[in-house]
């Protein structure tokens, strides 16, 4: 039997638990995907979504080499998680997200009877695919945000030499 993430019923039921301040459910289930562990997380860091991205980035080994050499297939992925189960995406790259565990792959079978809560359901904006689905959506965001972070500071960096070779001149 499998179990991933809660169904949102389920999720719904334990996020209201929870004592004190909390955002809107909609914006956890959103951040979480229905994963209690995250959820766990986020309570315990007040709600700090950046901290818990900070931390993924670093537990995850998310480094600037990983994105770098990466990019053009995480900023595929990140929209669509089926492209990972495709013949052409690379099986080094698919291996570093499995062994990582940012994503579940093979998760095609959704028959109930194969599942302790409700399967899945297809639903790109929390990042479940046909074949393949994020952890969670804040794993999405992780590498959104450090793609964009590396990429930005790489054209710093690129400019900043251009101005430097233009002073040399």
């Known amino acids: 039997m499998s179990i991933w993430n809660m169904c949102e019923d389920g ?3 334990l996020y209201s638990k929870l004592p004190g301040d909390k955002p809107l459910f909609e914006y ?5 995907g229905g994963n209690p562990h995250t959820l766990s997380q986020l ?3 007040n709600w700090n979504v950046e901290l818990i991205i900070k931390e993924l980035i670093r537990g995850k080994g998310i480094s600037r080499d990983f994105i770098s050499r990466w990019r053009k297939w995480l900023e595929v992925i990140v929209d669509d998680p089926d492209v990972i189960s495709s013949t052409e995406f ?4 698919r291996s570093k997200l499995i062994e990582g565990n940012l994503i579940i792959y ?3 079978f959704r ?7 409700e399967p899945p359901k297809k639903d790109l904006d929390i ?14 965001e992780v590498v959104r945000k450090h793609s964009r972070y590396i990429r930005n500071s790489t054209k710093h960096i690129t400019i900043k030499r251009s101005m430097n070779m ?4």
């Open 43 to 45: 309570y315990q860091v």
């Open 28 to 32: 956890v289930w959103r951040l979480t």
């Open 11 to 13: 999720f719904k039921e």
């Open 111 to 117: 028959e109930p009877e194969l599942w302790i809560d």
């Open 90 to 93: 690379p099986e080094e790259l």
């Open 166 to 169: 233009l002073n040399m001149s």
């Open 127 to 140: 990042g479940v695919g046909d074949y393949v689905a994020w952890q969670t959506p804040l794993h999405i």
């Open 106 to 108: 093979d998760i095609y």
